[in-house]
């Protein structure tokens, strides 16, 4: 190693040290090796502090508003409600804290339409001890916006989003409903209408009793919760969540889950698809026309309506069991039936056991 690489690493270290000495004594007398960085400048963690501080509110009380048909409600991260009214008028109120340089919510009807938007613009970067960290709108208070409905009113279309906030809804009747909800759940009860839309990134959906021509749910990271519903077509994905359907009819059900099991109760379905990667399938009170199984890691477990003739089957797995009433077959075996029935049940379960039980 020559001379010069030495004093220049002995040079470098000293400094190191140097910086850290000085770093602790800051810090111990009250200092802070941080900055705040967003698109208005540079601050301190005082002014930071200040700024993060909620000031005023944005606020209106519960009042009556023009009536409307159609719902259009944007919010960064607060909850949406939408309830029944209890006369015949239609009323809204709303609470958002802001912060200094928060702008104030628009709100406004026009020609029936109902449109309400707030987005928190406050993206920046945090500089500390060399640490570099993102950090999009931190400790927020949730605010609320809520909208009361007249029982019966049938609305054309509805869309509600929220990044980080609750979306709920009751006896909301409205041809097309689309709800997105980043990370926030979302519950709705007694919903009807021709097209549903639900999208979750984070958060869980709960439905229950109603109708829908067409049902599309996505949801990445939470738990599903379908009750009561009837629909033409119902469409599930989920990533990472469990799926739980009771009372449900369809004439044709996709439901496809990622890591997470799926349990149903009193199902019926002309057509029903399942396809898993990692999770159990269980239903029960099961009356299915077409159903299609595919689990890569889990077990399949059918309880049918119909007596096991009622049935053509077509059962694959390859390190489990498979079992069909009395009848049961070991691992890597398959199982193929052709009973000349009008329903049939094809499984395949790759590391799992499939069992069907008849009546």
């Given at each position: 190693m020559s001379k010069l690489v030495r004093r220049t690493l002995i040079t470098a270290g000293f400094c190191i040290v140097l910086g850290l000495v000085l770093l602790t004594a800051g810090r111990a007398f009250g200092g802070r090796p941080e900055f705040y960085i967003n698109?208005?400048?540079?601050?301190?963690?005082?002014?930071?502090?200040?700024?993060?501080?909620?000031?005023?509110?944005?606020?209106?009380?519960?009042?009556?508003?023009?009536?409307?048909?159609?719902?259009?409600?944007?919010?960064?991260?607060?909850?949406?409600?939408?309830l029944p009214s209890e006369d015949d008028n239609y009323y809204a109120e709303y609470q958002i804290p802001l912060r200094e340089k928060d702008q104030e919510p628009v709100f406004?009807?026009?020609?029936?339409?109902?449109?309400?938007?707030?987005?928190?613009?406050?993206?920046?970067?945090?500089?500390?001890?060399?640490?570099?960290?993102?950090?999009?709108?931190?400790?927020?208070?949730?605010?609320?916006?809520?909208?009361?409905?007249?029982?019966?009113?049938?609305?054309?279309?509805?869309?509600?989003?929220?990044?980080?906030?609750?979306i709920t809804a009751q006896n909301l009747l409205s041809d097309n409903l689309s709800i997105t909800a980043k990370y926030g759940s979302i519950v709705l009860e007694q919903a009807e209408g021709k097209s549903l839309s639900l999208k979750s990134s984070d958060g869980d959906i709960s439905y229950t009793d109603g109708h829908f021509d067409t049902v599309i749910l996505d949801n990445k990271?939470?738990?599903?919760?379908?009750?009561?519903?009837t629909a033409e077509t119902i469409n599930i994905k989920s990533s990472d969540g469990d799926i739980l359907i009771n009372d449900i009819q369809s004439g044709k059900m996709d439901i496809t889950?990622?890591?997470?099991?799926?349990?149903?109760?009193?199902?019926?379905?002309?057509?029903?698809?399942?396809?898993?990667?990692?999770?159990?399938?269980?239903?029960?009170?099961?009356?299915?026309?077409?159903?299609?199984?595919?689990?890569?890691?889990?077990?399949?477990?059918?309880?049918?309506?119909?007596?096991?003739?009622?049935?053509?089957?077509?059962?694959?797995?390859?390190?489990?069991?498979?079992?069909?009433?009395?009848?049961?077959?070991?691992?890597?075996?398959?199982?193929?039936?052709?009973?000349?029935?009008?329903?049939?049940?094809?499984?395949?379960?790759?590391?799992?056991?499939?069992?069907?039980?008849t009546k």
């Open positions: 698109s208005d400048g540079i601050y301190t963690l005082s002014d930071r502090m200040r700024m993060q501080e909620y000031t005023r509110t944005a606020e209106m009380e519960k009042q009556v508003v023009d009536s409307f048909d159609q719902i259009s409600i944007q919010v960064s991260d607060s909850n949406v409600q939408i406004k009807i026009t020609d029936g339409a109902l449109t309400f938007s707030h987005q928190y613009s406050n993206y920046s970067f945090n500089y500390s001890m060399g640490i570099m960290l993102s950090d999009y709108g931190q400790e927020f208070h949730k605010g609320f916006i809520r909208l009361y409905i007249p029982k019966n009113t049938q609305l054309k279309t509805t869309t509600l989003s929220s990044s980080d906030g609750e990271y939470g738990d599903t919760n379908l009750s009561g519903l889950n990622k890591y997470g099991d799926i349990t149903g109760n009193n199902i019926k379905a002309d057509t029903f698809l399942e396809k898993q990667s990692d999770g159990s399938c269980t239903i029960t009170d099961f009356d299915v026309k077409e159903g299609s199984f595919r689990n890569t890691y889990g077990t399949i477990e059918l309880f049918l309506i119909g007596k096991e003739q009622d049935y053509n089957y077509n059962l694959r797995t390859k390190y489990g069991n498979i079992i069909l009433n009395s009848l049961s077959f070991e691992e890597d075996e398959n199982y193929a039936m052709d009973n000349r029935a009008e329903n049939r049940i094809e499984a395949e379960a790759k590391d799992g056991s499939i069992r069907i039980t």
